[in-house]
T-cell receptor, first 115, second 118 residues
Framework: AQKVTQAQTEISVVEKEDVTLDCVYETRDTTYYLFWYKQPPSGELVFLIRRNSFDEQNEISGRYSWNFQKSTSSFNFTITASQVVDSAVYFCALSEASGTYKYIFGTGTRLKVLA | SAVISQKPSRDICQRGTSLTIQCQVDSQVTMMFWYRQQPGQSLTLIATANQGSEATYESGFVIDKFPISRPNLTFSTLTVSNMSPEDSSIYLC???????????????FGPGTRLTVL
């Protein structure tokens, strides 16, 4: 069965601190895709990254970095030098290639960055 | 990237009534998805809407409660029928990016419809 677990319900950090959001997934498929989305208070979902199961290379984009480890079924997201504008709910999601492209979302982590 | 609009952006409805939510995309897409996000919760897929065929509903969602139309490749509607306060949620539509390959798995989401049922 597919499942995405985001154990951290809410995290508060002070501006400029680094913060890591955890994501653990379960799937029987060998080909799958993992995603991170940001949902700011305005409500829209903003796409951040897609990771393919066959590509374990970590990725860095500005202050954002992602650590994908198949051995532990984890896809963690780190924000370096956090800013108040990073305050949002962050969702990790899984899509299996054998499925119908539907997403299984984690429960989300609410990040509060305090000035 | 696809531009997706939803109408209405928000509504307050009375128990027992129905509301139809529209989703318009600026390009032709084969698949459209409808999600529900209950207050403080994650997103749950309601159904997949393919043009020219019946929508495919996920476990726990039925056509009588959430009828979906998909008259063409750029438009879909979701109706929330016989509403109760438990239906108060944000309803979002989404479409895949691109037409094939891994990017097809990336989804663009509409801005959502915030529904409150009294």
């Amino acid at each position: 069965a597919q499942k995405v677990t985001q154990a951290q319900t809410e995290i508060s950090v002070v501006e400029k601190e680094d913060v890591t959001l955890d994501c653990v997934y379960e799937t029987r498929d060998t080909t799958y895709y993992l995603f991170w989305y940001k949902q700011p208070p305005s409500g829209e979902l903003v796409f951040l990254i897609r990771r393919n199961s066959f590509d374990e290379q970590n990725e860095i984009s500005g202050r954002y970095s992602w650590n994908f480890q198949k051995s532990t079924s984890s896809f963690n997201f780190t924000i370096t030098a956090s800013q108040v504008v990073d305050s949002a709910v962050y969702f990790c999601a899984l899509s299996e290639a054998s499925g119908t492209y539907k997403y299984i979302f984690g429960t989300g982590t609410r990040l509060k960055v305090l000035a | 990237s696809a531009v997706i609009s939803q109408k209405p952006s928000r509504d307050i409805c009375q128990r027992g009534t129905s509301l139809t939510i529209q989703c318009q995309v600026d390009s032709q897409v084969t698949m459209m998805f409808w999600y529900r996000q209950q207050p403080g919760q994650s997103l749950t897929l309601i159904a997949t809407a393919n043009q020219g065929s019946e929508a495919t509903y996920e476990s726990g969602f039925v056509i009588d409660k959430f009828p979906i139309s998909r008259p063409n490749l750029t438009f879909s509607t979701l109706t929330v029928s016989n509403m109760s306060p438990e239906d108060s949620s944000i309803y979002l539509c989404s479409v895949p990016r691109g037409t094939s390959g891994p990017v097809y798995n990336e989804q663009f989401f509409g801005p959502g419809t915030r529904l409150t049922v009294l």
